[in-house]
C-alpha cells in the first residue's frame, strides 16, 4: 500500500529549529517529486517545499526562502523539512505529500499522496 508518514513536529520556542521527516512507502521513489504543505487553523493548505525526483531542484514558499531546506534521501525513501529560525506563523499542521509534476508543484491539487499531517507549534 502506498503511503507517506511525517514525524518530527513538536512545540519549540520562536527562533528555534526543528526536523521533519516524511517516510515515503511508494514503489519507485525515483517517480515523485515531494511537497511539504502546511495548514494553519481557519486557513487554506498551503504549499511550503518541494523538491524535484532526483532531489537536484527544489523551490519554496517565499516566507521561508533562507530559513527551511528540503532534501531527499531515495535509497531510504526518506524526504526531509529542516526548519530553522521558527516563528509564530510557521505554526500549523504540516503535511508531506507526493507528486508526478514538477510544473504544477505548488498545486495542492496535483500532488496525488499525503501524510495525516504532523503538528508544529511555535508559541508568540
Known amino acids: 500500500q502506498e503511503k507517506l508518514m511525517e514525524s518530527g513536529g513538536g512545540s519549540v520556542q520562536a527562533g528555534a529549529s526543528l526536523r521533519l521527516s516524511c517516510a515515503v512507502s511508494?514503489?519507485?521513489?525515483?517517480?515523485?517529486?515531494v511537497g511539504w504543505f502546511r495548514q494553519a487553523p481557519g486557513k487554506e493548505r498551503e504549499f511550503v517545499a518541494t523538491?524535484?525526483?532526483?532531489?537536484?531542484?527544489?523551490d519554496f514558499t517565499s516566507s521561508v526562502k533562507g530559513r527551511f531546506f528540503i532534501s531527499r534521501d531515495n535509497a531510504k525513501k526518506m524526504v526531509y523539512l529542516r526548519m530553522t529560525s521558527l516563528k509564530p506563523e510557521d505554526t500549523a499542521v504540516y503535511y508531506c505529500a507526493a507528486g508526478r509534476v514538477w510544473a504544477q508543484r505548488w498545486k495542492v491539487e496535483d500532488y496525488e499522496l499525503w501524510g495525516q499531517g504532523t503538528q508544529v507549534t511555535v508559541p508568540s
Open positions: 523538491i524535484s525526483s532526483g532531489g537536484g531542484g527544489t
Open positions: 511508494v514503489g519507485t521513489i525515483d517517480d515523485y517529486i
